[in-house]
T-cell receptor, first 112, second 113 residues
Framework: AQSVTQLGSHVSVSEGALVLLRCNYS??????LFWYVQYPNQGLQLLLK??????LVKGINGFEAEFKKSETSFHLTKPSAHMSDAAEYFC??????????FGTGTRLQVFP | DGGITQSPKYLFRKEGQNVTLSCEQN?????MYWYRQDPGQGLRLIYY???????QKGDIAEGYSVSREKKESFPLTVTSAQKNPTAFYLC????????????FGDGTRLSIL
């Protein structure tokens, strides 16, 4: 069965620190991978997507993610956290179907 | 600007009542989706539609119904058969069904009176 796992439901960092949000998928075929961000009481906004063109994907707001096939991972990073990055982040995958499967989300807190 | 509009933002349902959530898009997208979001569970697919007059059940369709009479509209009805309707409902669309990013509305929060 295809699935996506986000390790850590909550992550806290200091402003200016590295942000690392983890995402692993299970699939025997190449997936399409996405990261979305959700601010309170709003919909989801696409941060970036992996569609096999390049393993390092740059997104909006300074975020990037690296597809590592050997580790079946697609972790989201940002070199320096900003207070405005506080939100919930969702990893999602499409594997051989038309359906987007979401992880359970990681809530990022940024402390001054 | 193109986008997805969901209304109302907040909705209250009485016992035994059906309620309808509106979703309209002006992105000219063929595919539309409804998700339910509960704390700690991510998003779960309720129904999706590939094209006008066609829709398919998602993972948690019981107690819900949809229609797709127009390309831009995909309303969701939460029926009295849905015993635990309190949740945040999100509508999304994509250019076509498949490996395309989905664009989301701002959601409707449904609560039970």
């Amino acid at each position: 069965a295809q699935s996506v796992t986000q390790l850590g439901s909550h992550v806290s960092v200091s402003e200016g620190a590295l942000v690392l949000l983890r995402c692993n998928y299970s699939s025997s075929v190449p997936p399409y991978l996405f990261w979305y961000v959700q601010y309170p009481n709003q919909g989801l906004q696409l941060l970036l997507k992996y569609t096999s063109a390049a393993t390092l994907v740059k997104g909006i707001n300074g975020f990037e993610a690296e597809f590592k096939k050997s580790e079946t991972s697609f972790h989201l990073t940002k070199p320096s956290a900003h207070m405005s990055d506080a939100a919930e982040y969702f990893c999602a995958v499409i594997i051989n179907t038309d359906k987007l499967i979401f992880g359970t989300g990681t809530r990022l807190q940024v402390f001054p | 600007d193109g986008g997805i509009t969901q209304s109302p933002k907040y909705l209250f349902r009485k016992e035994g009542q059906n309620v309808t959530l509106s979703c309209e898009q002006n992105l000219n997208h063929d595919a539309m989706y409804w998700y339910r979001q509960d704390p700690g569970q991510g998003l779960r697919l309720i129904y999706y539609s590939q094209i006008v007059n066609d829709f398919q059940k998602g993972d948690i369709a019981e107690g819900y119904s949809v229609s797709r009479e127009k390309k831009e509209s995909f309303p969701l009805t939460v029926t009295s058969a849905q015993k635990n309707p309190t949740a945040f409902y999100l509508c999304a669309s994509s250019v076509v069904l498949g490996n395309q990013p989905q664009h989301f509305g701002d959601g409707t929060r449904l609560s039970i009176l």
